[in-house]
């Protein structure tokens, strides 16, 4: 280990690739579901605790339950809040795909949900990149 310098750069590069191709993936789901994914309507039904907040507020995200051929499915949004946007029983957007015959995945038709997520970390994996560029 001549120069440590190196070392940062080449983990703040390697770190930013990473990000970036994380965050690539995240918009890509996204893409796919709005392209491919078959609308229908779910129903909220029940809240999903996801900790507290800085000042101890419990926060919630939403379970929707979705019929389709016959059988129900469930599954919890990512986001959460302090208060949710919808009560229980609610209808809202969902988006379904068809991974495998047997496999369905859903998702809640929300812009969101998986956008802003990969936004976030394109922004964070630019940053280390152009940091990691600048120590090398």
């Given at each position: 280990?001549?120069?440590?310098k ?25 893409i ?10 779910g ?94």
């Amino acid at each position: 280990m001549k120069e440590p310098k190196y070392w940062i750069a080449r983990l703040f590069v390697i770190l930013a690739i990473f990000l970036l191709l994380l965050a690539m993936n995240t918009v890509r789901k996204w893409i796919l579901f709005r392209i491919f994914g078959i609308p229908l309507t779910g129903r909220v039904v029940s809240f999903v605790s996801r900790g507290r907040d800085r000042y101890q507020v419990p926060l919630l995200s939403f379970e929707i339950l979705v019929e389709v051929d016959g059988k129900e499915h469930r599954f919890p949004t990512n986001l959460h809040w302090n208060r949710p946007p919808y009560r229980i029983g609610d209808s809202v957007p969902v988006r379904m795909m068809r991974v495998s015959q047997n496999e369905l995945t859903f998702m809640w038709d929300h812009l969101e949900e998986y956008v802003t997520d990969g936004f976030f970390v394109l922004v964070i994996g630019l940053v280390l990149l152009v940091m990691g560029i600048g120590f090398w």
